[in-house]
């Protein structure tokens, strides 16, 4: 293609898709179709995926998520499996699922066979259980309201019969959802200093915010109080990494030079 990275449209629109997978009827649907179905048979909707890729079923990490994954995982030797009716899965193998959708999903977009693609892992890739359907729901829906804290005081969650024909409608404000997650804030900011020390760097010039949780306002407010108004640049997170596959990918495609992102990316890193 051109120069310039093209994000992908998705279902009904959206450039980014869900990393969720659920069965349903011995079939796989993944992203907002599976999203979409989750409230129906949450015991058969996968999420966390990428989370359990390299780790055993005793990971410490395994242990804590566990008890929030509405489905059932099991041990297998060194690693674990994923339990939905009566088969069992493997993380791989769903997260496979995942990369046909993406794949069928750039074919019908590019009018043409992919063949090739870069994949970005976690960093740890080389080394409530029985969640109900009315938390699951309630749990959606507030991921998806929490965004709108970036313009808003105050956001209503109105679920419809959510029990007995009731419906659930709670006010929560800005400050309470701040309130909730000042702890978390602040284990963010020790992370910065800890990082900032092993990578040696003294003076920083401009900030760029990636991942979901840096929409928070109050992330941006408490970097620039730290870094004394340093700019601070916000663009699509939930992009960023593809944008720097898709960049990476063309250095390879051109043979140019991709090893030098390698190393910086091994830097980054080692800063963890």
């Known amino acids: 293609m051109g120069e310039e990275v093209e994000c992908i449209s998705f279902f009904q629109g959206h450039q980014t898709t869900p990393s969720v997978v659920t069965v349903k009827d011995g079939t796989f649907l993944a992203g907002e179709l599976a999203l979409g179905c989750a409230h129906i048979n949450p015991e058969n909707n996968i999420f966390h995926i990428k989370r359990m890729i390299g780790r055993?079923?005793?990971?410490?990490?395994?242990?804590?998520?566990?008890?929030?994954?509405?489905?059932?995982?099991?041990?297998?030797?060194?690693?674990?499996?994923?339990?939905?009716?009566?088969?069992?899965?493997?993380?791989?193998?769903?997260?496979?699922?995942?990369?046909?959708?993406?794949?069928?999903?750039?074919?019908?977009?590019?009018?043409?066979?992919?063949?090739?693609?870069?994949?970005?892992?976690?960093?740890?890739?080389?080394?409530?259980?029985?969640?109900?359907?009315?938390?699951?729901?309630?749990?959606?829906?507030?991921?998806?309201?929490?965004?709108?804290?970036?313009?808003?005081?105050?956001?209503?969650?109105?679920?419809d019969s959510i029990y007995n024909c009731r419906s659930l409608v709670v006010e929560i404000s800005k400050?309470?959802?701040?309130?909730?997650?000042?702890?978390?804030?602040?284990?963010?900011?020790?992370?910065?200093?800890?990082?900032?020390?092993?990578?040696?760097?003294?003076?920083?010039?401009?900030?760029?915010?990636v991942g979901g949780s840096t929409r928070i306002p109050k992330v941006s407010e408490l970097l620039r109080e730290k870094f004394h108004g340093v700019q601070i640049k916000h663009f699509k997170p939930d992009e960023a990494v593809a944008r720097g596959a898709a960049i990476f990918g063309h250095l390879i495609q051109n043979n140019d030079s991709p090893k030098m992102l390698i190393q910086e990316i091994d830097k980054l890193i080692a800063t963890r």
Not at 86 to 97: A, F, G, N, R, S
Not at 175 to 184: A, E, R, T, V
Request: aromatic share 10%; glycine share 0%; with cysteine.
């Open 56 to 159: 055993s079923f005793e990971d410490d990490i395994i242990k804590s998520f566990k008890r929030m994954w509405p489905f059932e995982i099991r041990p297998e030797e060194n690693k674990l499996q994923i339990q939905i009716n009566d088969k069992m899965y493997y993380p791989e193998d769903v997260l496979t699922e995942l990369a046909l959708h993406l794949k069928s999903t750039a074919k019908e977009y590019l009018a043409m066979d992919v063949t090739h693609a870069v994949v970005a892992v976690p960093y740890h890739f080389s080394r409530v259980k029985n969640t109900s359907s009315i938390v699951h729901r309630i749990r959606i829906e507030c991921e998806k309201l929490k965004r709108y804290f970036i313009k808003l005081d105050s956001i209503t969650v109105s679920i």
């Open 175 to 209: 400050s309470m959802f701040f309130s909730w997650i000042s702890n978390h804030l602040k284990t963010c900011m020790t992370i910065v200093d800890r990082v900032l020390v092993k990578a040696g760097c003294s003076h920083i010039d401009e900030i760029i915010l």
